[in-house]
């Protein structure tokens, strides 16, 4: 039997070539600092609207409200972003997002009723900096992935494949020292301190990351009589990725809400960033071993499979009953999101041109907000009314009505085929064909 794996490291440059790409390490650092707190924010709005309120019910509306306001936020921040700059964009950003959290952590330790906290959770969420989208649009320009159009296609660097991996690592790691931090700080400092640390440290870093001109992406601006460039959104592969993405966020939402219940169920509140953080590890750990290797199969197909594993990991959740079964299997849910957030986050560089790179970046991203913020409040009432249990229904909902959506409209994720006409007598199908099997300039080694 042959497997879809290979061994030639030649194929795909590894970390370290990436990390020596020049002027990398200049983004790549205070990018990190400025995303961590994003793993912090609807952990830490949870832990501290249901201890001043005592509802489960009422963090999760709020946190949702937050999650929603991102999601339609995000995508009308990376068109600005590709229009105008990331600094232009960032600055501001960052200091309403630290002024809106401050409000919001005051009506809450003020009592404030449910709907008022929803307010200040609007602009809380609709100000959440667009870092990721930010240094995936950095990483394409400086690997020169503006004329790619299909993975193997040789029209960007192999690095491109590279840098999509990394970055879901760096995604991953802020998922997991995030809620672990959150949650220490909330439970051992002060139910706000958790909140109050992610406005600080969006601040702080979303700064320095601005202050980083050099390797920004040039600007599209818009010229008055000039043809105005077409919205990621009316990409139709863009609008399955985006489907696939709210079932990822899904998952990360109720988990989030029904690991906080259970570990409360136990009587350990404190087990739940332990729980969270075994999850997240092994979506990072599956992440690491996707960048560093070759795939022989094309990116929708692995898309496909890696959905599939994904749904089915997340459908058996609801059975565990003891901590020691639901961290194994948070670890086998966390190993098998990796695998489909790197391959949706590649096939953007083949489906969206890179005057809206930043704004398709931001549609997933802000997919995985939407989803989150949905499964929070849908989690949040049911593990309100019969436990954990029901809450981990959630994620298993959400993946198998993405995964249906995925089998029915996959057609719609084939790459365009390249502009380039290198020979008009030959036909393209068979170039297609081969790109969606992986297969052109890499020669794998195939493992048994």
């Given at each position: ?332 849910v966390g190993l098998c999101i990796a695998p489909a957030l790197i391959t949706g986050y590649t096939m953007v560089e083949s489906l969206i041109p890179a005057s809206a790179r930043t704004e398709a970046f931001t549609w997933l991203t802000g997919a995985v907000a939407f989803g989150q913020a949905t499964a929070v409040t849908l989690a949040g009432r049911l593990t309100d009314a019969h436990g954990s249990t029901y809450g981990f229904l959630v994620p298993m909902a959400g993946t198998v009505l993405a995964l249906a959506t995925l089998l ?41």
């Open positions: 039997m042959t497997s879809a794996v290979t061994t030639d490291t030649s194929a795909r440059p590894g970390y370290g070539q990436l990390l020596r790409t020049p002027g990398a390490l200049g983004f790549v650092l205070p990018g990190f600092a400025a995303r961590l707190p994003f793993g912090m924010l609807t952990i830490s709005i949870l832990l501290l609207v249901q201890h001043t309120t005592g509802s489960y019910g009422s963090a999760g509306i709020v946190a949702a409200v937050t999650g929603i306001s991102m999601a339609l936020s995000a995508p009308v921040m990376g068109k600005l972003t590709d229009r105008h700059g990331q600094s232009a964009v960032l600055v501001p950003v960052v200091l309403t997002h630290a002024a809106a959290v401050s409000a919001l952590v005051a009506f809450a330790l003020l009592g404030a009723p449910v709907w008022a906290l929803g307010l200040a959770a609007v602009p809380a969420g609709a100000s959440v900096p667009q870092v990721g989208p930010m240094v995936r649009a950095r990483w394409a320009a400086r690997l020169g992935g503006g004329t790619s159009q299909a993975e193997g296609s040789g029209g960007g660097s192999p690095l491109l494949a590279t840098a999509a991996a990394f970055e879901s690592v760096t995604d991953e790691f802020t998922f997991v020292v995030g809620p672990v931090l959150a949650t220490a700080l909330c439970t051992g400092v002060h139910p706000a301190a958790g909140l109050v640390t992610e406005a600080a440290l969006t601040l702080a870093g979303g700064l320095v990351f601005a202050a980083r001109r050099a390797t920004q992406p040039k600007a599209h601006a818009v010229v008055a009589g000039a043809e105005k460039h077409a919205s990621a959104l009316s990409s139709a592969g863009l609008r399955v990725l985006i489907v696939a993405f709210l079932g990822i966020g899904a998952v990360f939402g109720g988990m989030q809400v029904s690991l906080a219940a259970f570990s409360n169920e136990i009587g350990n509140p404190g087990a739940n960033g332990l729980l969270y953080g075994i999850f997240a590890a092994g979506n990072m750990t599956a992440g690491i071993a996707c960048g560093a290797i070759t795939w022989k199969i094309g990116p929708r197909r692995r898309l496909l499979l890696g959905y599939a594993g994904l749904t089915v990991a997340a459908s058996v959740l609801w059975t565990a009953h003891s901590m020691i079964l639901l961290g194994a299997l948070g670890l086998i029915a409209l996959r057609a719609k994720l084939a790459p365009k085929a390249p502009s380039r006409i290198i020979n008009a007598s030959a036909p393209a199908a068979p170039a297609a064909r081969a790109n969606e099997r992986g297969v052109g300039h890499r020669v794998p080694v195939t493992v048994d």
